[in-house]
């Protein structure tokens, strides 16, 4: 009978240790998950700002983007006029916004000679669709730009490259297309192909 007090006490003193030290584990285990929790709070609100930020950097790059490549043709207009138009610039601008009777009518660029008004539209990516986007386009060109009502409006698809599909089309249908040849320098790359028509 001394024997199992014996062990009884003994069983009691493990347990009562056991549980000391489990109490102190969860302690410990609590501690270290509300540290965890406030770690991951903070990171879930940086990421947010993170993400908030690189956000506004995408926003301002696509702008940026959608401007650039008017900005890189823009300065090739006159010399290609000249070129292939035998025309000297005497306005362009870039970026030309009108509103009239609830409507709005942007272009891209616009270069106007003495009888004749280039409205060039840029598209970073092109597509077939635009061609006719741009035909269409034109013919309400004097309508928000009656100043130019005495010029012959010629309508310009122009980006850095266009491939072979696009430019079969757009010759077809009788728009000019303007873009890199070969990288070296802007140019009218279906010029002849228009004009035959």
């Not at 069983?11 to 406030?38: N, P, Q, S, W, Y």
């Not at 650039?68 to 010399?79: F, K, Q």
């Not at 741009?134 to 980006?159: C, G, Q």
């Amino acid at each position: 009978m001394k024997l199992i007090e014996e062990r009884v006490a003994t069983l009691e003193t493990l347990l009562g240790e056991f549980i000391v030290h489990t109490d102190v584990a969860l302690t410990r285990l609590e501690r270290e998950m509300e540290d965890f929790k406030e770690e991951m709070r903070k990171y879930r609100e940086e990421a947010e700002r993170d993400r908030k930020k690189m956000g506004k950097q995408w926003g301002e790059l696509a702008n940026k983007m959608g401007t650039m490549d008017e900005d890189l043709i823009s300065p090739a207009t006159g010399p290609v006029m000249n070129k292939y138009f035998k025309r000297e610039v005497l306005q362009k601008s870039i970026r030309s916004l009108r509103r009239k009777n609830g409507r709005s009518f942007e272009v891209d660029v616009i270069v106007a000679c003495e009888d004749k008004v280039f409205m060039i539209e840029v598209r970073s990516t092109p597509r077939a669709e635009y061609v006719q986007e741009i035909l269409n386009k034109a013919t309400e060109f004097k309508y928000f730009f009656p100043e130019y009502s005495d010029k012959e409006v010629i309508p310009i698809f122009a980006s850095l490259v266009f491939d072979d599909q696009i430019i079969d089309y757009a010759t077809k249908k009788g728009l000019y297309l303007m873009a890199y040849r070969e990288w070296e320098y802007m140019d009218i790359i279906n010029f002849d192909g228009v004009n035959k028509k």
